[in-house]
């Protein structure tokens, strides 16, 4: 069975610029947007919070195998570089995402635990996965005065 997660809820500041809350966390909300010329580039794009989540639950998983491997490593730095492109209907799409991690070990000795993480973690990424394999996506779409059952 699935794992509910706690979701987020965009209402829109000014063109292009949302406010983000995060249900059931006691977190700020974040604000978004598109870059200029089309937004105010107040926030994170679209494309940007994409490499964000990918980038983050990809660090976040590969610590967690350290955690459980109890390697202590030196902080993980990294980078996320989506490139854009086209697909077959000249729609502009996210068409890969350039994931580089760094991560070192603070005693050599535990090298081989570091390089074992290393090998497994990325299949244990949710994000990332769901990425790759194409999650599904539910599209309500209704104006404010629509039934709900619409």
């Known amino acids: 069975m699935a794992e509910p997660e706690n979701g987020v809820r965009l209402v829109q500041q000014e063109n292009y610029r949302f406010q983000a809350t995060f249900e059931g966390a006691t ?8 870059p200029a010329p089309t937004g ?15 980038g983050q639950c990809m660090s976040s998983t590969l610590h967690a195998c350290f955690v459980r491997s109890h390697v202590g490593v030196r902080p ?34 535990d090298e081989p635990k570091v390089k074992h993480c ?6 244990l990424c ?14 309500t779409a209704r104006t404010e005065g629509d039934p709900v059952g619409m």
Request: no cysteine; glycine share 10%.
């Open 118 to 123: 290393l090998e497994i973690f990325e299949d």
């Open 27 to 34: 977190i700020a909300p974040l604000v978004v947007d598109e």
């Open 40 to 54: 105010g580039g107040a926030g994170p794009s679209p494309v940007q919070s994409l490499a964000l989540a990918v």
């Open 126 to 139: 949710p994000v990332s996965g769901a990425v790759r394999e194409g999650a599904t996506i539910t599209l």
């Open 76 to 109: 993980i730095t990294t980078s996320v570089r989506p490139i854009l492109g086209r697909n077959a209907r000249g729609r502009l799409r996210v068409t890969r995402l350039e994931v580089t991690i760094r991560a070192e070990p603070i005693d050599p000795a």
